[in-house]
């Protein structure tokens, strides 16, 4: 690379425009950094995407950034996931302002982002490709070019994330693994209308060598995907309708008068992760860094959340507001590599649950879903994870015991946790007539008091809601 060709450095450099990469080059450029964007597709955003639903915890993500009331008006509410006509998760009771999973195309999630990180000032580079970088101790240098056309170029900057997918560049460009299997092989995916509405609930079962899975968006539209294993071909082998509409029949009885489909796609699912979301300066965010069966609708959300987890981190460092920074940045790898290895295992069991097909497997799968359905604190646990809304991360050994758990939207003196959580700084809750002295996090926190005069805790609430500190 000839370092004269260098482009005015930035402070990251963050590979990949869907929502992982956006949520995080926004929340960047919001703090006051300077960020570039950079993406190999043309600045339209497409309206076929295969993501469809946004978990609760996600949507309480985006709500600390102004933009969730807005995301749900463009799409349905499901309070519950009901898996092989036996059981339904209920999510009508998470202490949430979002208590269901909004069922709402990809691309209604990537236009308010854009539009956020846009506004806050992100230097979008469409139509371009990282074709190499290198780092050493003070930053990293991309090596940039044009898609159409060829034109190089070369950005310095001191971080770079890279956010670009399951056949992510940075991360062949780092030398690293990405190890895993195929898990389901030709599955077919479109969207539908029937004559015949199916309900409002996510549903999924599998019966005779097949599974379906069926999500209203609330507009008319049905989000369909199957798999069949006796019709197991490459994606480039072509699928139509009637394929879809024999899938559903088998697994679902019926295929509730399926047509006019808009969409129709042939596709494999791998399950895969990094041993490493960081290297030195480079970081791995998203399917970049892990990528898992759709079942339970995790891929999009759990990138959604690796970003929020990553970007306050970041912005801290490069403000030299982190006490301990190399510390801090290494809690990204710590915190959010078993985040992504659960998922793998949550959504592995729920297709392997789909796929089943012999006598011994339908049993195993009957006797696990009866104890999710009837057993309490099992439900509960499934809920929390499929939501997010139950993850949390390990707390240093003596911490108090809120210490690393998710915060729900508390209220306050001055208004509600996730507004207070939009200037992109901690939050210190102190109980009323009381002021305790919080370590060190990341900046200034914002001075919030309980508006119950009952409450007594303490709380130090991390940018991404979670809480990292307490006492009472």
Do not use: C
Not at 64 to 91: H, I, K, Q, Y
Not at 145 to 174: M, N, P
Not at 206 to 220: E, I, R
Not at 375 to 388: D, E, F, L, S
């Amino acid at each position: 690379m000839n370092e004269q060709m260098a482009d005015t450095a930035t402070d990251v450099v963050v590979v990949g425009a869907g929502p992982t990469g956006m949520l995080l080059a926004g929340d960047l450029a919001a703090a006051g950094l300077r960020v570039t964007l950079v993406e190999r597709r043309p600045p339209e955003i497409a309206n076929l995407t295969r993501a469809f639903g946004v978990h609760a915890r996600t949507l309480e993500q985006l709500d600390a950034r102004g933009l969730a009331d807005e995301l749900v008006e463009t799409g349905r509410p499901a309070a519950s996931l009901t898996f092989f006509g036996r059981f339904a998760l209920n999510l009508s009771g998470l202490r949430s302002r979002f208590p269901y999973a909004l069922i709402t195309p990809q691309y209604e999630v990537e236009r308010l982002l854009q539009r956020r990180a846009r506004d806050a000032g992100v230097d979008f580079r469409y139509g371009t490709a990282l074709r190499g970088l290198r780092q050493d101790a003070q930053g990293v240098t991309a090596e940039l070019a044009a898609v159409e056309g060829g034109e190089t170029s070369v950005l310095r900057a001191r971080y770079l994330v890279g956010a670009d997918g399951v056949r992510s560049t940075v991360r062949d460009q780092l030398g690293l693994p990405f190890p895993g299997h195929a898990v389901i092989k030709s599955m077919v995916l479109a969207d539908v209308r029937f004559d015949k509405a199916p309900g409002e609930t996510i549903a999924v079962n599998g019966a005779g060598g097949t599974f379906a899975f069926v999500a209203p968006f609330g507009d008319g539209w049905y989000r369909v995907m199957g798999w069949n294993k006796d019709h197991e071909v490459p994606d480039s082998e072509p699928v139509d309708l009637d394929e879809v509409r024999g899938i559903a029949r088998r697994a679902l009885g019926t295929d509730y008068g399926m047509r006019d489909a808009r969409w129709v796609s042939r596709f494999h699912s791998d399950e895969r992760q990094v041993p490493s979301y960081r290297t030195g300066r480079v970081f791995l965010a998203g399917d970049a860094a892990h990528v898992h069966s759709p079942a339970g609708g995790q891929g999009m959300n759990t990138g959604i959340q690796d970003a929020a987890n990553l970007s306050w981190k970041l912005a801290a460092v490069l403000r030299g507001e982190a006490p301990d920074p190399e510390a801090l940045l290494d809690s990204y790898h710590a915190e959010r590599h078993p985040v992504g290895k659960a998922v793998l295992r949550s959504s592995g069991g729920i297709v392997r649950m789909a796929m089943a097909h012999t006598p011994a497997q339908r049993a195993v799968r009957a006797a696990a879903t009866g104890v999710v359905g009837t057993v309490g604190p099992v439900q509960r646990k499934a809920v929390g994870m499929i939501t997010g809304v139950g993850i949390h991360y390990r707390a240093p050994r003596g911490a108090h015991p809120l210490t690393g758990r998710r915060s729900p939207d508390l209220s306050l003196r001055e208004g509600r946790l996730y507004e207070l959580l939009r200037k992109g700084a901690p939050v210190l809750v102190t109980p009323q007539g009381a002021a305790p002295s919080a370590p060190p996090l990341a900046g200034t926190p914002t001075q919030a008091t309980w508006l119950d005069p009952s409450r007594t805790t303490a709380l130090l609430i991390r940018p991404d809601a979670y809480i990292a500190w307490a006492t009472d």
